[in-house]
């Protein structure tokens, strides 16, 4: 193996961000359901078809199972942004590999002024900035915004998140009619977040949706 930093996972010596065993480990999704990303047989689960999410096609590249779900905890809280780069080249090469056409915009999930304060950047927005320039989409940045600010949703259940999201976002741009577009973020857990996102953007006159996240929580089984 050329020399070169050390692996960010085993500290071993590596040419790239990863080595190859490292990278090789990582919980990679593989087919399932073309909705919520349950891995199933055929293109839909069960959930989904009798009640299909407000979008057409979830992608994710991984599983928010060790050690993504620690890598994307150091990204999102610790201020570890280069691993933006890293998810970004996964998410766009998971969406190239289902052969699917491009949309004509990317959103990424906004924070409120608060957070974004505290954090320092919006961490939705980074993956879609660096998405958008691998697969020359338009991003943007501000099409959603937060209303206020909802407490954290970590350990809520389903309908629990859906009750605190409800209302939280309001469509800043115009011109949306007819678009194709992809919400931007950086896990689906219960998919509470990306329906509420999705609702608003259709009723914005968005025609069609998908949603691009860096991992999807196991054990998510649609709406």
Not at 21 to 50: E, M
Not at 62 to 82: E, N, T
Not at 124 to 131: N, V, W
Not at 146 to 165: E, H, Y
Request: proline share 10%.
């Amino acid at each position: 193996m050329p020399a070169g930093l050390p692996c960010a996972l085993c500290l071993g010596g590596s040419a790239e961000l990863l080595c190859p065993p490292c990278s090789g480990d990582l919980p990679r999704l593989a087919g399932g359901c073309r909705q919520c990303g349950l891995p199933v047989p055929g293109n839909f689960c069960a959930s989904c078809a009798l009640s299909p999410p407000p979008w057409q096609r979830l992608s994710a590249p991984f599983s928010f199972d060790y050690p993504i779900d620690r890598l994307v905890h150091a990204f999102k809280y610790h201020g570890r942004v280069f691993w933006a780069g890293f998810l970004a080249r996964e998410m766009a090469r998971c969406v190239i590999e289902k052969g699917v056409p491009l949309p004509d915009l990317l959103i990424p999930i906004p924070v409120h002024p608060v957070r974004l304060y505290e954090r320092g950047f919006n961490q939705s927005g980074e993956l879609a900035r660096r998405i958008g320039r691998r697969l020359r989409i338009p991003v943007l940045a501000d099409g959603l915004c937060r209303i206020d600010p909802r407490p954290p949703m970590v350990g809520l259940s389903a309908r629990q998140r859906d009750r605190i999201i409800r209302g939280a976002f309001r469509v800043t741009a115009t011109g949306l009619a007819g678009l194709y577009v992809a919400i931007v973020d950086d896990i689906l857990t219960t998919g509470a977040t990306a329906g509420e996102a999705a609702r608003v953007l259709r009723r914005a006159g968005v025609e069609k949706l998908e949603v691009w996240v860096a991992a999807r929580t196991p054990g998510w089984h649609g709406p």
